[in-house]
Structure formats: C-alpha cells, structure tokens
C-alpha cells in the first residue's frame, strides 16, 4: 500500500488530533503507527487503513486518495 503521507497528516490536523492520538484511538502503538508513516506506509495493513477511515470519518473520495494515491496499471 502506498499512503499519500502528507494528505493523511493534514486530515488528523483537520480532526483536531495528533499522530499519537490516532494511533491510542485505532489501537496501536504510537511508535508503530509513525514507523508505517515514515516508509510511506509500505507496511500499512488493511484493517489499519480502514481504522483509520472509520477514526478520521474520512469520505470514500479522501480514503482512495490517501490510501490509493498511485495508478495501478
């Protein structure tokens, strides 16, 4: 999975949250969810991206543009 990094981080500022904040919300260790950040999210599991759709209320257009930011051919 390739996470656009940057759009993620602004829809948590628009939720009024912080990175840690998230990650206590979606259950996971704060460190682990900043590791997945800082590679792009190349190891972002599914149930971690829907987590945080489901936290972040983020609509169907927001999530394929976070979480499917490339074309796949």
Do not use: C, P, W
């Amino acid at each position: 999975m390739n996470v656009n990094v940057n759009k993620l981080k602004g829809k948590i500022v628009e939720n009024g949250m912080t990175v840690s904040a998230l990650a206590e919300k979606i259950g996971v260790d704060r460190a682990t969810l900043y590791r997945k950040l800082s590679n792009n999210g190349e190891t972002m599991l599914v149930k971690d991206a829907n987590a945080i759709v489901s936290a972040l209320h983020l609509t169907a257009e927001d999530a394929l543009a976070i979480f499917f930011s490339q074309v796949v051919a």
